[in-house]
Nanobody, 115 residues
Framework: QVQLVESGGGLVQAGGSLRLSCAASGSTFNIRSMGWYRQAPGEQRELVAR???????VYADSVTGRFTISRDTTKNTVYLQMSSLKPEDTAVYYCHALVIHTASWGQGTQVTVSL
């Protein structure tokens, strides 16, 4: 199994930046990709960004050009650098790992963007 712990959320003004971190532990050698999802109140959880083992990436249209996902395999950590934040980016952000035969989720970290 893989355990995920997020950190780095908080309150920021519109136009500001935040960096989220997600540390993986356990059977990390089985991870196929890692990503970030978010869920705003009353909304469905949606993919924000994903990075695969070959370092290829996928981004939601709404964050392309503003967010960057990266991964440090030596630390088993994935990052989400968020810039030019907008109030509509406010949500709980969840780390996700696609593992052989299953998937793992972190507990979530709140990101709030004020006007």
């Amino acid at each position: 199994q893989v355990q995920l712990v997020e950190s780095g959320g908080g309150l920021v003004q519109a136009g500001g930046s935040l960096r989220l971190s997600c540390a993986a532990s356990g059977s990390t050698f089985n991870i196929r990709s890692m990503g970030w999802y978010r869920q705003a109140p009353g909304e469905q959880r949606e993919l924000v960004a994903r990075i695969y083992n070959d370092r290829s990436t996928v981004y939601a249209d709404s964050v392309t050009g503003r967010f960057t996902i990266s991964r440090d395999t030596t630390k088993n950590t994935v990052y989400l650098q968020m810039s030019s934040l907008k109030p509509e980016d406010t949500a709980v952000y969840y780390c996700h790992a696609l593992v052989i035969h299953t998937a793992s989720w972190g507990q979530g970290t709140q990101v709030t963007v004020s006007l």
